[in-house]
C-alpha cells in the first residue's frame, strides 16, 4: 500500500522493528521536545507522539509531530476518539497527511473524568474501530466517511493498539482480529510485564493468522523503581504486573533498581525477538527518553536498518 512511512518500509523488509515514544509539552516549549526528540533520533524507526494522553491537555499531536519531522524523526501521529468529531478527525488526517505525516495510531483515548478538564464533554462520536475504518477508506479508495469523493487521498501507514491482558482475556484476541480487519496495518500494544499471558495472546494470534495480516509490535515500559511497579500493577486498569518482578526490583536495592528495571526489559526485547509473530517493540520510556540509546544499544536494536 505505499503510504511513503520508513516503519511500513522496515517491516516490509522483514527487519525488526523498533518504536519510541514522546509526549508533548504542556504548554509551547518546543526546546523540551526537541530535547526528548534528539534522544530518540538515529535509534527507533518511528516515534509515537501521544495526543492529550492521560486526558491532560498538551500541544496537538499533529503540531508535534510537524517537529519530529523537523528533527529528523519519523512520527507516529496518535488521534484519540475522546477530543474530535468525525468532520474534525478527517480533516486532521487530511492536513497531517499533507505535511507529510505518513503514520497514524487510532485509539480511543482515556476518559476525561480521569484528566485534569473532568467537566468537559467526551466526543466519541465514533470509536477507535470505526475510526480505523474511516481512515483505511480515506487512503485505499479516496473517499470520506460520507461517501464523498476525496481530491487527493491522505498516505497513511495505519496502526491500532492492543491491550492483551484486559478482562475478560478470551475476548482479547478477538478485539485485535476486529481491529485488523477495520484497517490496522500494524498494532502496538499495551506494556507487557506479564510474559506467561503475552506469550498465550501471541500465540492465540498466530494460530487465527492476524501476525500475517498485520506487523504486531510488542510494548515494554522499563520499570524506574518499585513505587511504580506497585502503582501499574495496583492503580492502571488492564495492567498485570507480577510479584516475580517487583521482587526483583525490590532485591535490587534503592541504588540499583533502575538498572534491574532496564534489565529486565532488556530481557524481554530479546525473547520477543525470537518470538515467532512479532515484528517488533514499541518502547514507551516515559520521561525517560535520555535512557532510549543505553537500552538500544543493549538489546540489540542497533544500527537500524536503512530502508
Sequence with gaps: MKSGSKLERI???????????????????????????????GHVDAANVTDNQTAVVRLSSWAASLICLQEGVEPNFQMVCRDRNRLAMQADILGASAHGIRNMLCLSGDHQVFGDHPQAKGVFDIDSIQLLAMVKGMRDDSAFQSGGGIDEAPKMFIGAAANPFAEPFEWRIHRLAKKISAGADFIQTQCVYNMDKAREWVKQANDLGLTEKASLLMGITPMKSVGMARYMQSKVPGMEVPEAIIRRLREAGKQNVAE???????????????????????????????RVPEIAERAGMLPRPEV
Excluded: D, Y
Excluded at 12 to 37: D, M, S, W, Y
Design 260 to 290: 534491574e528495571g532496564i534489565k529486565i526489559a532488556c530481557e524481554q526485547i530479546q525473547e520477543f525477538k525470537e518470538m515467532p509473530g512479532v515484528a517488533g517493540i514499541h518502547l514507551m520510556a516515559i520521561e525517560w527518553e535520555h
Design 11 to 41: 517491516l516490509q523488509a522483514g527487519h525488526f522493528a523498533f518504536t519510541g515514544e514522546v509526549g508533548p509539552p504542556r504548554g509551547c516549549n518546543v526546546q523540551a521536545l526537541k530535547e526528548k526528540i534528539s534522544h530518540l533520533k
